[in-house]
């Protein structure tokens, strides 16, 4: 079994685990070690998405989900910028379907506001100037910080920035155990470590029990499916189309968007599934999967 020292070591080599290790490189650490399970990075959640970038309108006024939100809005936008991958900026708009809606619109902008947050209440007229195709009732909520990226590229470029980093990324090592407090195993390697960090996504919570911590959470796999526009389709979607969402539930609701390269996607749906990589009918359950089903 291969030996390793070093002082921060990151499980996953998803998007949050490569910028935690870009970012302690900038701040000049020098031995830092990603454990991947998968063959490349952002294999998962990272680059299975709609790369929507948000802009902090949905969430609490000073809440670390907003403040994290509109600042990584803004660093992700520098940083695609500066390595060439392609920011598409057109902004978003969310429409209401009645009067209850509207009021729940209202309160988003009272938000976002709140946040700091551009956004401008819109009237039908001025929403069919933005997006032709798309319907509200009385107004609808304008955001022009809202923006797409294509999640892949953005993960090739955090990975090629992290290599010419020179940290160390080590691909087909799942984390199996820890050994002691400092110590652990992952594929064949034996890690001895200072700090550990856990950017493990779907797996977040195995890791953290295995250090007995964080009993109380558990994670609740949801799939997203989403739908291609075909090109022939009349519809048309310059940015991003969203429903007023229920504001006690985690989702946004199905929605529109058009990614970087102009392709329109409708989804996601949010269907809770069997297993954390549980993508096709069969691919991704096992074990696991009894005891997800007969969770409360």
């Not at 509109?70 to 992700?76: A, D, P, V």
Request: glycine share 8%.
């Amino acid at each position: 079994m291969n030996k390793i020292e070093t002082e921060y070591c990151i499980i996953g080599a998803g998007v949050v685990g490569l910028a935690v290790a870009r970012e302690l490189s900038l701040q000049k650490k020098k031995k830092i070690i990603v454990c991947e399970k998968e063959e490349r990075a952002g294999l998962h959640a990272s680059g299975r998405n709609s790369g929507v970038l948000h802009a902090g309108i949905y969430y609490t006024a000073g809440s670390m989900k907003a403040n994290t939100c509109i600042e990584g809005n803004r660093l992700m936008k520098s940083f695609c910028k500066s390595k060439g991958v392609l920011v598409r900026e057109t902004g978003k708009v969310i429409v209401a379907k009645n009067r209850d809606e509207l009021q729940t619109l209202h309160i988003l902008e009272t938000r976002a506001k709140n946040n700091g947050v551009a956004v401008k209440l819109i009237n039908s007229e001025q929403l069919a100037d933005i997006e032709p195709c798309a319907k509200t009732y009385q107004e609808a909520l304008f955001s022009p910080q809202t923006a797409v990226v294509d999640p892949v590229m953005v993960m090739q470029a955090v990975y090629d920035d992290c290599l010419q980093r020179g940290i160390k990324i080590l691909f087909n090592t799942p984390f199996k155990y820890f050994e002691n407090e400092n110590t652990l195993i992952a594929g064949n390697y034996l890690i001895r470590f200072d700090k550990l960090i856990n950017c493990a996504g779907a797996y977040s919570d195995v890791i953290a029990h295995s250090r007995r911590i964080a009993h109380n959470l558990t994670l609740i796999p949801f799939k997203g499916i989403y739908k291609k526009l075909k090109k022939s389709s009349s519809l048309t979607v310059k940015g991003n189309i969203y429903p007023v969402p229920d504001v006690r539930n985690p989702f946004l609701g199905v929605h529109f968007t058009a990614n970087p390269y102009g392709s329109v996607y409708i989804g996601p749906t949010a269907m809770p599934v069997f297993g954390r990589e549980h993508y096709g009918m069969l691919q991704g359950l096992g074990a696991e999967s009894i005891d997800i089903l007969l969770k409360d």
